[in-house]
Structure formats: C-alpha cells, structure tokens
C-alpha cells in the first residue's frame, strides 16, 4: 500500500483547500448554509466509490451552484457531489461507513464525516449548527475553517517571522561561502545552513497553506510570500548537491524527500540531519573538513549553463581543484572553450575577492 509523503499530504491539503476558498462557489454555499444557522454534510468525491456506504436520498443529478447546493443541504442527510464540482449527485443520503473505522469525533456527523474521508477517497464538509464551525476531513487528516481576518493575521505573523528567517539564512550563506573559498567548511557548518534552510521551506509551506485557504484575499500574501522565497529552493538544491553522499542510487532529490520526513526534533539534531545526507555520523566526522563540488559557486558565475557546471565539477571532483585549475585546464573540458574557461578562472577569482572582503566586514 502506497504511503503519500507529508509532501503529498501538504499539496493534496492545499488543493482541497483551494476549493473551498472565497470566491469559489463551494464556499458561497458554506458561507449561506452558516448565515442560517444550519447544519450540513457534503460529501465530494468518486459516486461509484461511495454507493456501497449510501442508502436511500433522492438522485438530484444536477449542475452544481451554491444556491442548489445551499437549498438541498437543508435536509437532514448528506449531499453527494461530483469530484470535480461541476454535478450535484445525491442529497438527503445517509452514510453508512464501515462502523470499524477509527474517528475521534463525538457528535454523528462529525463522526460519520471523518469515516466516510478515512474509508474513501473522498473530502467531506462537515457544517455544525449549534458550534457554528466548518470541519474538512481528507483521508487521516482535519482541519477547521477559520474566519478570513483571523487567517490574514495568522498569515501576516508568519510572514514576518519568515523574513527574519530568511535574513538569517542569507548570512549563513554568506559565511558557508567563505569558507568553501578558504577550504575550512565542516561538516557540522554545513549542517547548520542545511537545518536553517529545511526550515524556511517548512515556514514557506505553512504560509501557502494559510494562501490556499484565503483564497483571493490572499494574493497580497502570495506575492509577498514568493518575494521572499525567491532563489531558496535553487539553494537548497545546489547545497545538497555539493555536499551529499551518494550510495544506493540514491541523488540530490531523494536526499531533500528525506530531509522533508525528519521531525522538528530530528531536523534540529545534527546527527539526525547528517545522515540524511549520506554521513556515518560520529562526533568527530561531523568536526571533519568536508569538501563542496562546486555547484554552488560555479552557479554564481554569470552566463555559464548548468550543462557547462555539470562537466566541470565532473572533470575536477570539488571546488578546491576547480579554483586551482588553470584556464587552459578548463578549456580541455567539453563544452567550455577558450573564452569561457577564462571566464571561470575569471569569475571564480572576482568571487574570492569579493566574498572574503564581505566575511571580513
């Protein structure tokens, strides 16, 4: 059986919430059906999946809007609707789901919604009358609808926090820098920028989780957001590619997935983020000097391809050798010529210069 990782779990949440968002006509219906104080169950997903746990209703079959979606939510039972919001199915159904389902909720609907999202594919809006809240479950997970200025404030908060993080991310990246010019990285420097920049991507993700459900009040943040994260993910990338060990056939991408499993706790333990990307941790290796291959810096250099940097870092193993290389070195590689060795050698020396004025600044 086929585990989604919390990656997975994340977009497919996203997706979901997306649908329900302002604007969108499911949350016209949410937001009528809550103006009058009443409760409902919608149940949208595969209706050759879910006829086994139905019984009785009215086949409707019908376009989907929210003023039929809102009118026939008045009955007691459930409201089946197309997966892909474009069919009303059923309505006033009641839900049988397998009785051995695990839920944690109390009340019956809430209870038959987090069994009918477990047992199918399906996500269920689950509107309580008397709490006046709306409930999402989606296979294992749940969440509850939250009013839009309590989310734009949530997502304000997490944005600053953010800009702090990335601030503080961009100097670590500056001082890894100087470093690997002067050949003096540590396997425990490189973790540090690793765990800082893993943890401004899991920020990121919490704040496009929060845009996703603002729907088109949250382009404001949306922009805001990728403001922010310009050039992370392209560092985070080119990191784990100067730095991880590779073994099973396992590459860069295969690293950052484990990476993205690890804990909090995990993430924040040196040792835990080491062999995530390759190491045999011991307190010594991790104080051991470990050498970039030099995609990170090659990729400073302008107007040099990825293609050109893959051949080079292939021909001269890791940074050290590629500094110490000479242009005519560098123009025996395939792809780089004359011209452009001596822009490396070039580019390389202006970095240097440049890096180590800012590290002692």
């Known amino acids: 059986m086929r585990v989604d990782s919390p990656k997975e779990k994340q977009e497919t949440l996203i997706e979901i919430l997306e649908r329900v968002s302002p604007g969108s006509e499911l949350r016209e219906a949410v937001d009528r059906i809550l103006k009058v104080g009443s409760g409902a169950l919608i149940v949208v997903g595969n209706l050759t999946e879910l006829k086994p746990i139905m019984s009785g209703g009215f086949n409707i079959d019908c376009e989907f809007t929210a003023p039929r979606l809102y009118e026939l939510a008045k009955m007691d039972g459930a409201v089946i609707v197309d997966k892909d919001l474009r069919a009303i199915h059923w309505a006033n159904v009641h839900l049988v789901p397998d009785p051995s389902v695990p839920t944690h909720e109390a009340g019956m609907r809430h209870r038959t919604a987090e069994r009918v999202a477990r047992q199918t594919r399906s996500f269920v809006v689950a509107i309580s009358e008397k709490m006046k809240t709306v409930s999402i479950y989606v296979g294992e997970e749940h969440f509850t609808l939250e009013s839009i200025p309590l989310v734009l404030a949530k997502?304000?908060?997490?944005?600053?926090?953010?800009?702090?993080?990335?601030?503080?991310?961009?100097?670590?990246f500056s001082h890894l820098n100087m470093l690997e010019i002067e050949d003096m990285v540590t396997l425990r420097d490189v973790v540090k920028v690793v765990q800082r920049s893993e943890t401004v991507f899991r920020m990121a993700d919490e704040v496009r989780f929060q845009v996703s459900e603002l729907g088109n009040d949250g382009r404001l943040v949306s922009l805001q957001l990728n403001e922010l994260m310009a050039g992370v993910e392209k560092m985070r990338r080119l990191l784990v590619r100067d730095y991880y060990v590779p073994h099973d056939e396992r590459g860069p991408a295969e690293v950052m997935d484990d990476l993205g499993k690890l804990s909090a706790d995990e993430l924040m333990d040196d040792s835990s983020a080491a062999k995530a990307l390759g190491y045999r941790v011991s307190v010594e290796l991790l104080n051991k000097i470990v050498s970039p291959r030099g995609y990170r810096v090659l990729s400073m250099i302008p107007r040099v391809p990825g293609n050109v940097v893959e051949k080079v870092v292939a021909r001269f193993d890791n940074l050290k050798n590629i500094m110490r290389t000479s242009p005519a070195l560098l123009d025996e590689v395939d792809g780089v010529g004359e011209r452009r060795a001596l822009a490396i050698k070039e580019g390389l020396d202006r970095l240097s210069e440049s890096i180590m004025m800012e590290g002692y600044v």
Do not use: F, N, P
């Open 155 to 172: 997502a304000d908060q997490a944005l600053q926090t953010l800009s702090r993080y990335r601030a503080r991310l961009e100097k670590e």
